[in-house]
């Protein structure tokens, strides 16, 4: 990429692959890891509904329930005061805070008041809740082999929700797991944690962890960018191959419909669909990626969003995909378009920063389009939603997107079969924590299950 300005908030590929890190969306303030806040009480898990289907109840915030399926969206039945009441889900994340130290962070989505998940003498990230939304996992520390941000070693650990006071429980350290950092970390809907191994300049190979702890298990020899699809299936992607799935001890299945330049999948909970990026080769490298879903073992690729340019006498406004996400039922997908101009001589050059031609309009736009869950086929046009706003991330019950948009926790209420905005966003003020982007997925804001 050169001098390219492009900030990054896409994950880089796999990087024993040679190839270059993708240029990401806008990183909105400060980017580092993130901050937390601490969660009210232990929760139940919800009744009679699986990782597909969300029962949506009239509990208002504070009334009596015996499961989730009692509350309304964006609440969960909780253990309160001896009491079971329909509280307030919480989003996690990580931040900087105002020592820039990085902080894995846990808030009430409706309620910023930040709690920490580890001590503030130690650094920590990527926090990642369970199936059942009572623990949480994350990274903390640092060993002295760590040569990047993002990419120190540390310890796996995990804490139960409510916060207790004793120390978090280490599930895996850089030697037990063999590896110099913990990336790509994934729990929820799984029955383990999934991550991403580190050696020196090379990233790939996925390990498993039980949440209980004991030895660390190789789920993959190769690849990246674990996603689940459940308890025991998960898919990811491969320099040479693209696209795989696999099951827990199970033999992975390429995914030759998707492409072998595909990375990034990403599973709905109500199907075999894939969310997917893939490069368009006739754009800059890096500054490239298109949008598409590749039904597992359906017969057709659908192209959700493509990269775009428009051209000028100078050069021309291009755009490119990045940070995709599903709703849980597979209704809508949501991305981010990122803006660039990319000039005739010379490097290409983030929109809304400097002196190009499109200096002036947002270099990243937060978009939604409908989906057809039966093929994955795009049903309407895309929605523009959140304008200088990157890592959408959607609420269990579809009823909530979370972003980040200059440091801050926005969320905004929608209408689930329209897609349309009700209310205005819930802001969380940036105050002693700036949301982190820069590593993109692995700073997207986890909403906790439902």
Same mark, same amino acid.
């Given at each position: ?7 990054n908030?896409q994950?880089?590929p796999?990087e024993?692959?040679g ?8 990183e909105?303030?400060?980017?580092e890891?993130d901050?937390?806040?601490e969660p $009210? ?8 509904s699986?990782?597909g289907?969300?029962? @949506? ?10 499961s989730?399926?009692?509350?309304a969206a ?8 001896e009491?079971?009441t329909?509280?307030s889900?919480?989003v996690?994340f ?5 020592s820039?130290a990085?902080?894995?962070? /846990?808030?009430?989505?409706?309620e910023?008041?930040p709690?920490?998940l580890?001590?503030?003498a130690?650094?920590?990230?990527y ?11 994350f990274?903390q ?6 040569t990047?941000?993002?990419n120190?070693a ?5 804490r139960?929700?409510?916060?207790a ?6 599930l895996a350290?850089?030697?037990?797991? =063999? ?7 994934e729990w929820?809907?799984g ?16 390990s498993?962890?039980?949440p209980?702890?004991?030895p660390v298990?190789?789920a ?6 674990p996603?689940w699809r &459940?308890? &025991?299936?998960f ?5 040479s191959?693209?696209l795989?799935t696999?099951?827990?001890?199970? %033999? ?13 999948p990403?599973y709905?909970? /109500? &199907?075999d669909?894939?969310l997917?990026?893939?490069? $368009? ?6 500054l490239?990626?298109a ?7 359906g ?5 959700i969003?493509?990269?775009?340019s /428009? ?6 406004v ?6 995709? &996400? ?6 809508w997908?949501?991305y981010?378009r990122a803006y660039?101009?990319?000039? %005739?001589?010379?490097e290409? /050059? ?5 002196t190009?031609?499109?200096a002036?309009?947002p270099?990243? @736009?937060?978009?939604l ?5 039966a ?8 929605? =523009? ?9 959607f ?5 909530h ?5 200059g440091?801050?926790?926005?969320v ?8 349309t ?12 924590y700036?949301?982190?982007? =820069?590593?993109?997925?692995?700073h997207?804001p986890?909403?906790q299950p439902r």
């Amino acid at each position: 990429m050169g001098k390219c300005e492009l900030r990054n908030s896409q994950p880089p590929p796999e990087e024993d692959a040679g190839m270059e890190e993708d240029a990401g969306t806008e990183e909105d303030a400060g980017m580092e890891e993130d901050a937390g806040t601490e969660p $009210d009480a232990g929760t139940e898990p919800d009744a009679g509904s699986d990782a597909g289907t969300v029962v @949506i109840g009239t509990g208002a915030k504070g009334d009596a329930c015996t499961s989730s399926a009692d509350c309304a969206a964006g609440l969960r039945c909780e253990m309160m005061a001896e009491a079971m009441t329909c509280q307030s889900l919480h989003v996690a994340f990580t931040a900087m805070d105002d020592s820039d130290a990085m902080a894995a962070v /846990v808030t009430r989505f409706d309620e910023p008041e930040p709690t920490r998940l580890s001590d503030a003498a130690v650094n920590s990230r990527y926090p990642r809740w369970n199936p059942m939304g009572s623990r949480i996992a994350f990274v903390q520390g640092a060993t002295e082999t760590g040569t990047s941000e993002g990419n120190l070693a540390g310890e796996l650990v995990v804490r139960d929700i409510p916060l207790a006071a004793a120390a978090p429980t280490v599930l895996a350290n850089g030697t037990t797991g =063999s590896t110099e950092g913990f990336l790509y970390l994934e729990w929820e809907p799984g029955d383990s944690l999934l991550y991403v191994r580190r050696a020196g300049d090379s990233i790939s190979g996925i390990s498993r962890v039980l949440p209980e702890g004991g030895p660390v298990e190789q789920a993959t020899a190769q690849g990246t960018f674990p996603d689940w699809r &459940n308890g &025991n299936t998960f898919a990811f992607s491969t320099s040479s191959v693209g696209l795989s799935t696999t099951t827990v001890g199970g %033999t992975p299945a390429p995914l030759a419909l998707a492409g072998p330049t595909a990375e990034q999948p990403h599973y709905n909970r /109500v &199907n075999d669909q894939l969310l997917f990026l893939r490069p $368009d080769e006739t754009r800059p490298v890096g500054l490239n990626a298109a949008l598409y879903i590749v039904p597992v073992g359906g017969a057709a690729v659908q192209t959700i969003a493509e990269a775009t340019s /428009v051209p000028g006498e100078e050069g021309s406004v291009d755009s490119y995909i990045a940070n995709p &996400n599903w709703a849980p039922d597979g209704s809508w997908v949501a991305y981010v378009r990122a803006y660039f101009f990319n000039p %005739t001589t010379g490097e290409p /050059v983030l929109c809304g920063a400097g002196t190009s031609p499109c200096a002036g309009d947002p270099g990243n @736009i937060i978009f939604l389009r409908r989906i057809n869950p039966a093929d994955g086929a795009p049903m309407e046009a895309e929605v =523009s939603f959140a304008e200088g706003a990157t890592l959408p991330s959607f609420s269990p019950d579809g009823h909530h997107v979370a972003y980040v948009q200059g440091g801050q926790l926005y969320v905004q209420q929608i209408d689930p079969v329209a897609g349309t905005k009700v209310g205005d966003p819930i802001v969380h003020p940036v105050g002693d924590y700036t949301l982190q982007t =820069s590593r993109g997925d692995d700073h997207r804001p986890r909403w906790q299950p439902r």
